[in-house]
């Protein structure tokens, strides 16, 4: 069975950093490419970044060009979500999500959720004085 699961989320000071962590079970990561979203309250799910598979080209959204970076460590099965000079625009459930399709890119400049098919359950952050 895949699983994903999200962890790192907290409370943060304004202008502070989170590292997420998304771990696999299940199935290896490596194979897949990763996407990471946010959904705040009364908001559609957007995507914030993702990182592909082979050469691990990586996307961001324009909202968090610049501080959030998305990375790998295979030996682990992890992908992280390094998060720096958050916001309290930032405050929302934080998802990832992997998707493999051998046809063509799942993570392109504009990344869809409905393009990725595992997903996992969430954590919070909350950036906030």
């Known amino acids: 069975q895949l699983q994903l699961v999200e962890s790192g989320g907290g409370l943060v000071q304004p202008g502070g950093s989170l590292r997420l962590s998304c771990t696999a079970s299940?199935?290896?990561?490596?194979?897949?490419?990763i996407g990471w979203f946010r959904q705040a309250p009364g908001k559609e799910r957007e995507g914030l970044s993702c990182?592909?598979?082979?050469?691990?080209?990586?996307n961001y959204a324009d909202s968090v060009k610049g501080r959030f970076t998305v990375s790998r460590d295979n030996a682990k099965n992890t992908i992280y979500l390094q998060m720096n000079s958050l916001k309290p625009e930032d405050t929302a459930v934080y998802y990832c999500?992997?998707?493999?399709?051998?046809?063509?890119?799942?993570?392109?400049?504009?990344?869809?959720?409905?393009?990725?098919?595992?997903w996992g359950q969430g954590t919070q952050v909350t950036v906030s004085s």
């Open positions: 999500a992997a998707a493999r399709d051998p046809f063509q890119p799942v993570c392109t400049e504009v990344i869809r959720p409905g393009r990725y098919d595992n």
């Open positions: 990182i592909g598979w082979g050469r691990y080209r990586t």
């Open positions: 299940g199935f290896t990561l490596d194979n897949y490419e």
